[in-house]
Nanobody, 118 residues
Framework: VQLQASGGGRVQAGDSLRLACAIS????????MAWFRQTPWNEREFVAS????????VYEDSVRGRFTISRDNAKNMVYLEMKYLKPEDTAIYYC????????????WGRGTQVTVSS
């Protein structure tokens, strides 16, 4: 399985962006898909996850109400709609996959840069 994130860019505070993660190689064993982000001075942090089959969603507190994660099972795509962006949202955003029966995310995409200026 391979993941390819796209949709990043440079925006102003208050703007919106939509990230997309294309999943190739099959999703039958996928339990969760998630978005993480990382800055040079912070560890990679969890942003949001969505259960591939049930659709159950979890958000990190700082993005709840501003970001929306969704998936399209038919197209093998996961999205992250980001609204009311803040400078502190600036990071490289990665999509990740966790398989059923595993305790961690094993498959990661290459990441897409999001830069929010004030």
């Amino acid at each position: 399985v391979q993941l390819q994130a796209s949709g990043g860019g440079r925006v102003q505070a208050g703007d919106s962006l939509r990230l997309a993660c294309a999943i190739s190689g099959g999703t039958s064993s996928t339990l969760l898909m998630a978005w993480f982000r990382q800055t040079p001075w912070n560890e990679r942090e969890f942003v949001a996850s969505i259960a591939w089959y049930s659709g159950n969603i979890v958000y990190e507190d700082s993005v709840r109400g501003r970001f929306t994660i969704s998936r399209d099972n038919a197209k093998n795509m996961v999205y992250l709609e980001m609204k009311y962006l803040k400078p502190e949202d600036t990071a490289i955003y990665y999509c990740a996959r966790r398989r059923a029966g595993r305790s961690s995310y094993e498959t990661w995409g290459r990441g897409t840069q999001v830069t929010v200026s004030s």
